[in-house]
């Protein structure tokens, strides 16, 4: 098992938008399903969105109709574009495999260094 790389985090105002990068080896993404996932400052870490390898998607109440996840099978990269940012939405954004049949558990109990978004208001 690989470590995954999250990138794209950033400072951004209120409103705007950010586009996530998660990438790992193919022996580790191939064939599952993908989450993204968030840790807020001071706060638990939480689900964001969640991607099985047929495309079909699920997303947090928080963030659905804003953020978009989808994947590049060949690339072994899942992403995370995250418009209408909100400071709410500020926190470090992980990327793990998730159970395909419960797909807001994350399987692996090692994360990567995550990517900070922080939203300014």
């Known amino acids: 098992q690989v470590q995954p790389v999250e990138s794209g985090g950033g400072l951004v105002q209120a409103g705007g938008s950010l586009r996530l990068s998660c990438a790992a080896s193919?022996?580790?993404?191939?064939?599952?399903?993908l989450g993204w996932f968030r840790r807020p400052p001071g706060k638990e870490r939480e689900f964001v969105a969640a991607i099985k390898w047929s495309g079909a998607t699920y997303d947090a109440d928080s963030v659905r109709g804003r953020f978009t996840i989808s994947r590049d099978n060949a690339k072994n990269t899942v992403f995370l574009q995250m418009n209408s940012l909100k400071p709410e939405d500020t926190a470090i954004y992980y990327c793990n495999v998730v159970n395909n049949a419960a797909l807001t558990t994350p399987l692996f109990n090692y994360w990567g260094q995550g990517t900070q978004v922080t939203v300014s208001s």
């Open positions: 193919g022996r580790t993404f191939s064939g599952n399903a």
